[in-house]
Nanobody
Framework: VQLQASGGGLVQAGGSLRLSCAASGNIVSINAMGWYRQAPGKQRELVATITSGGSTNYADSVKGRSTISRDNAKYTVYLQMNSLKPEDTAVYYC???????????????????WGRGTEVTVSS
């Protein structure tokens, strides 16, 4: 299973970005999908997650400014971020949990995967 994230970039404060992350491979199902971020000199932190049933969870710092969604048919998760602030500057990582997939004839359950990250820079 591989994750490909896109949508990061440089944006002015108050602007918007939409991040996308597509999972590929012989995937059967994915439980939770989410976004985390790591700012320079800080630990990685949760931004938002969404379950296969559509339940969402947001960090307080982005609540009301961001919306996470997913397309289960495409194994893709999105993060729409509005009213961006300089403190949103970070590398954003896509995460998928509880992945069931095939590797050859082997069936795997419950694996977690991380994407490589996409950089978001918000200028003041």
């Amino acid at each position: 299973v591989q994750l490909q994230a896109s949508g990061g970039g440089l944006v002015q404060a108050g602007g918007s970005l939409r991040l996308s992350c597509a999972a590929s491979g012989n995937i059967v199902s994915i439980n939770a999908m989410g976004w985390y971020r790591q700012a320079p000199g800080k630990q990685r932190e949760l931004v938002a997650t969404i379950t296969s049933g559509g339940s969402t969870n947001y960090a307080d710092s982005v609540k009301g400014r961001s919306t996470i969604s997913r397309d289960n048919a495409k194994y893709t998760v999105y993060l729409q971020m509005n009213s961006l602030k300089p403190e949103d500057t970070a590398v954003y990582y896509c995460n998928v949990e509880g992945v069931s997939s095939y590797s050859g004839s082997h069936f795997h359950m419950g694996a977690d995967y991380w994407g490589r990250g996409t950089e978001v820079t918000v200028s003041s």
